[in-house]
Each structure stands twice: as C-alpha cells, then as structure tokens.
C-alpha cells in the first residue's frame, strides 16, 4: 500500500492573487530577515490585507534552521494564536514554518517527535501555507523537515503526512529576483530531487511522472534561468520543475546523494543544492554496475542515452556534470573549496552520518560502510566511480 500526499498547488503568473480569498482571521508569516528586505513579505502581505487577515511576521529564521529557532518560532505562535501559518522563502523558512507550526498545535512533542509512525493530530489551530522564493527544494509540495542540531553538526530528516502544506503558492515572480548562484544550486537540487525519486527503490507508478517531468524541465529551464535571469518563461516552468519534484521524490524517497550531502553540508556549510549535485553522478555511477535498470530508464527517457544498461546509466551520470559544469557549477568536492586536510580529518564523522541518514534506505544498491568511504574519496577527486 502507497500514498501520494499533495497540498493543493495555485501555480503559474499571479497565484498569490488566491491569497485575497484566503478565510481567517491572523496569519504568523515564517521567513528570513533577507527576504522582509527584498519587499517580498510586503508581496504577501498586500494580499492579506485584502483578503482581512491580520499579519505578524517572524523572521528569525537562519539557514538551516535549529531546534532553538523553531521552539522560539512555536513561542510566537502561542502569543499571537494564528489561524495561518505561512512558511514564506527557500527550504529553511518552510521547512521551519513546518516545523513551527507543528509545535504550535502540539507543543507538547520534542522536533524528534514529528514522525511518520506518531499520529499528530494537526489542524486543530491553525492550517499551512507554503510559499517559495526558490525554484529548487520543492519543499512547499512536501511533507518533510530538515533541522539542524548545531550541537552535534548532524542534520535530522522530520516529518509525517500530516505535516504537507495545505495550500502551496508557486508564484513565479517570487523567484524572478534569485541571483544566479543561488538559481543554480537550488535549480540542481530539484535536478537530484527528481533523479533520486524516480530511482530509489522507494519510486511508485504516481511518483514517477512527477519525477520524470522535473527533470526533464530542469535540463531544458535551468541553463535558459541562469543565461537570463529575467526570463520569465524559464522562471516559471524551474518554479513548477521543483514543485513537481518535490511531489515526485516527497512521495518516493531520495537516496544516497542526499545522504552524502546532508553529512558535507552540516560540516562544511556547502549550500544544500550544490552539495547533492556535486555527490548525484558518483553515486549514480555506483548504482550502474549491480543495478542500472532504472537510471537507464530515466536516461532514455531524458534522451541521454538509448544504449540501456550500465552504459545508459553512465551517460545519465556525465549528462548531470555537464550541466553542473554549464552553468558554473562544481563536479567534486575539491572544487566546491573544501580543504583536503579538513575532509579527510573529518572523514569518518561524514562517512558515519551519511551511512545513518534516511535517504539511505531506499538506494538502488546499498554500500557497505568501506564503499561509501571510497565514493567521499573519488567525490573528493573527481574520479569516475569504476568499483
Ligand atoms: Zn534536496
């Protein structure tokens, strides 16, 4: 038995205007002091105003949002007692606007808690709405959470289904203002999100349209977004790229790039998006040998190879680095500015936190612990994965 969990999308060019409908009387806007500077909770907040909801707005959250971050969010929460909540920015702010919200109608739980095997019991104070700036984490179409213990550098994969937004805004002209860095790495994480979900072991006949469809948008939209940041056609379908994806892999599971690129972001602090595209064609080439079935779908599919098999697999793996290395992208470890000395110095603790992470439950061939240790090193080279 499966599910497919969805909020209700309002996308395309003007979909914040179905904020003017919106029912209710308060709304605690979740986001970042960047994004109140840009004039984009302004945005938002117009349309409640016409809709007659009072607005507050919280905008403490860090990248990679903390535990301390979310209980102070879920304090606010309490103080004000929306009947809104908005998570409004890239995967930190929603992730933590999930996050908060859950606290809020049950404070009782530690983040921890919020599992798919706890029943939650959410909805009785307020409902969630996710609105992104970013074209990448997909997080507005998903269940999940990622917070960060800073104590312990370690990030913590959270969620149930009942954690979804309700209602996702994907509204282009919010992500119109993304500088191009910031394009590329969360472009490439939608990228990830949409190969990991169609191939993990986790993937469903509903998941992998979804999954298919994003990527396909990602190679086509994502060099166009990053040539010409003002064009809106490749602004938008990157927009609906990444909801798709998020919908995709949300609803299958991601794998082993993310589990890498959890464990090198907590320690050395590579954006999300980079990291995972940086670790994706290893770990792909590493799938090829015992089990290449589905990447050679994906890459016929994709028009990258027709030969099937390990070979498809492998062209599946060079069509993602040269994406990465079109629009600028790094392909190894060592070029994303991370020190050697650092990395091997640290290598257990990476090697350990990726081999304990949830997306490694559902990769296309499992490593062994020595496995994943040689995948860090070649990542770190930029060699070709041939074992
Ligand atoms: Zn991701």
């Known amino acids: 038995m499966w ?33 109140v500077g840009l004039g984009l909770v302004d945005k938002v907040k117009a349309h409640l105003d016409r809709a007659g909801i009072e607005v507050h707005v919280f905008d403490a959250v860090e990248p990679n949002p903390s535990v301390q971050t979310v209980r102070q969010g879920a304090q606010v929460a309490q103080e004000i007692e929306p009947d809104w909540v908005i ?12 996050a908060i919200w859950v606290l809020y109608e049950r404070p009782d739980l530690h983040p921890a808690e919020i ?6 019991g959410l909805r009785q104070k307020a409902r969630l709405i996710a609105i992104p700036t970013t074209s990448g984490t997909g997080s ?12 312990e550098q370690r990030k913590m994969g959270l969620g149930s289904r009942e954690s979804i937004p309700d209602i996702a805004i994907v509204d282009p002209v919010m992500a119109m203002g993304m500088p191009p860095q910031l394009t590329a790495d969360t472009g490439l994480d939608a ?13 469903t006949d509903l ?15 994502l060099p166009r977004a990053m040539a010409d940041g003002s064009d809106l056609e490749a602004r938008e379908r990157m927009h609906n790229a990444a909801a798709c994806a998020g919908l995709g892999f949300s609803n299958s ?8 690129g959890h464990a090198l972001g907590a320690v050395f602090h590579v954006p999300h998006g980079r990291a995972v595209a940086i670790f994706l064609p290893y770990t792909i080439e590493f799938c090829a040998r015992e089990a290449p079935e589905r990447f050679a779908d994906l890459a016929g599919l994709l028009g990258c190879s027709q030969a099937g098999g390990e070979e498809a697999a492998r062209m599946l793996a060079r069509s993602v680095r040269d994406l990465c290395c079109e629009i600028g992208n790094p392909t190894s470890v060592a070029e994303a500015g991370v020190e050697r000395e650092a990395y091997e110095a640290q290598l257990d603790k990476l090697v350990d936190d990726a081999f304990n992470d949830t997306s490694m439950m559902a990769v296309a061939r499992a490593p062994s612990y020595e496995e994943l240790r040689q995948l860090f ?10 074992f």
């Not at 507005?140 to 104590?151: K, R, S």
Request: glycine share 10%.
């Open 253 to 260: 599971l991601t794998s082993m790039a993310h589990s890498m």
């Open 207 to 221: 998941a992998d349209g979804m999954c298919f469809n994003a990527a396909r948008l990602v190679f086509e939209y």
């Open 87 to 98: 998570g409004l920015g890239g995967g930190s702010p929603m992730d933590a606007a999930k």
């Open 3 to 35: 599910y497919f969990v969805s909020p209700e999308i309002v996308f395309g060019e003007g979909a914040l205007d179905a904020l003017d409908e919106l029912e209710g009387r308060r709304a605690l806007i979740v986001t970042d002091a960047t994004l």
């Open 140 to 151: 507005e179409a998903t269940f999940g959470i990622v917070l960060t213990d800073t104590e």
């Open 191 to 203: 990228l990830v999100h949409a190969v990991e979900g169609y191939t993990s072991s986790w993937h």
């Open 115 to 120: 599992n798919p095997i706890v029943s939650l």
């Open 377 to 386: 090193l070649y990542a770190y080279e930029g060699q070709p994965v041939d």
